[in-house]
């Protein structure tokens, strides 16, 4: 279980203007945790799906109590982003079904 607010850094840097969420977890949760959701959220973000990508993690526990991720609040549309992940499937599937018929009888 987590926490999460939206906030907005006034005279903030490019990389983390706008809004953004901290999402800060119970103390239990482990730093490497945190990295890797990180890893996987920014993962996601680069291949253009619905996704905050995270732009800072806090691993010290002291700092507000549990490790966290402030993230950018996503800004497409869910379903939009299913759908063109959704065409690009069907478009890779129907891709590699022509390249295997295509492939022949090797013998």
């Not at 291949?47 to 800004?75: E, H």
Request: aromatic share 4%; glycine share 8%; hydrophobic share 35%.
């Amino acid at each position: 279980m987590q926490r999460s607010s939206v906030l907005r850094w006034q005279g903030a840097p490019e990389a983390i203007a706008g809004p953004l969420i901290l999402r800060l977890n119970r103390s239990r949760v482990g730093e490497d945790r945190v990295r890797l959701e990180a890893i996987v959220h920014n993962w996601l973000a680069a291949q253009r799906y619905t996704c905050p990508d995270v732009r800072a993690t806090g691993t010290d526990q002291s700092v507000l109590g549990g490790v966290f991720t402030v993230m950018t609040a996503a800004s497409r549309p869910a379903a939009r982003s299913r759908d063109r992940a959704d065409r690009r499937r069907r478009t890779i599937h129907r891709a590699s079904k022509r390249t295997v018929a295509g492939a022949g009888d090797p013998g």
